[in-house]
């Protein structure tokens, strides 16, 4: 049987790797080389050494060999394959959309594998989280919705889709922190009494704090509550003038994930009228 060596198993781009072929015992054999890739059978080249035991490749692929000598020509059994990839220089970085520091089970998110100068190459694209392969998307961009299984450290390597065995290196991970609980809303007024004429302010947070917009509801005694509006965009603050019972909650992304509700704050207007 052929045994095939490779000196790398990696072609930086421009580079080359030696294969060696060998059958034990020695004496008397020359070899033939076989190529194949994700789409083709194995095909046959030569090479210039008459022996042909050792080799240089430029292109990646999966290989192997086998050796013939006498005449008629008999022939070892062929070696095991190997691949031989290109790796290209190309730095690679993972990006991720939005960019808060701590999600929430059921909010959405686009990972995007980055390559720096790839120009317009094609790319197929995989994913690692903790090091086990979990996605592979033909284009850079992966969005998905996050539970609490999908903490963890992330990382991208793509491949041409017009050589699978061009890639690129491993960018560096990135941690992904997703929490299951949902969040609450919490809502702070600067008094709970408005005097006639007068207005208060109401606050509303969500921990943590990033990305949050606020919707904002009053009811009275008699009524249901009532999503009203406010000209800050944000609307992390509003100040009231009228009476009534309020309570806000946090929306962030696209789709849309909502906190959990604040506990409801009654806001009553104080009359100025001396009683007796």
């Not at 394959?81 to 059921?106: A, D, H, L, Y």
């Not at 704090?209 to 406010?230: I, L």
Request: hydrophobic share 30%.
């Amino acid at each position: 049987m052929a045994t095939l060596t490779a000196g790398s198993t990696t072609i930086p781009v421009g580079g080359s790797v030696i294969l060696s072929c060998s059958v034990e015992p020695s004496a008397g054999w020359k070899y033939r080389w076989f190529r194949r890739t994700s789409v083709t059978s194995f095909v046959e080249f030569n090479t210039n050494n008459e022996e042909n035991r050792e080799i240089t490749v430029t292109q990646g692929g999966i290989y192997k060999c086998d050796g013939k000598r006498g005449n008629p020509s008999f022939y070892s059994h062929s070696s095991h394959e190997n691949i031989i990839e290109i790796m290209f220089s190309n730095k690679v970085f993972v990006t991720r959309q939005p960019n808060w520091p701590q999600m929430f089970s059921g909010e959405s998110i686009t990972l995007t594998c980055e390559v720096q100068g790839g120009g317009t190459t094609e790319w197929t694209c995989e994913w690692r989280r903790s090091g086990s392969i979990i996605h592979k998307t033909d284009s850079k961009d992966w969005t998905f919705i996050v539970s609490e299984s999908s903490s963890g450290n992330y990382m991208c390597q793509c491949r041409s889709r017009d050589d699978w065995y061009s890639s690129t290196q491993r960018s560096e991970t990135i941690r992904l922190s997703v929490s299951r609980d949902k969040p609450g809303a919490k809502l702070t007024a600067g008094s709970s009494t408005i005097p006639v004429g007068g207005s208060v302010t109401l606050s509303c947070s969500v921990e943590p704090s990033a990305g949050w917009k606020y919707k904002w509801f009053r009811r009275t005694s008699d009524s249901s509550f009532v999503e009203f509006s406010r000209n800050n965009e944000e609307n992390r603050e509003i100040t009231v003038t009228q009476g009534g019972i309020y309570k806000c909650d946090g929306k962030r992304g696209n789709p849309s994930f909502y906190s959990h509700s604040s506990l409801e704050n009654i806001i009553e207007i104080m009359f100025s009228n001396k009683v007796l």
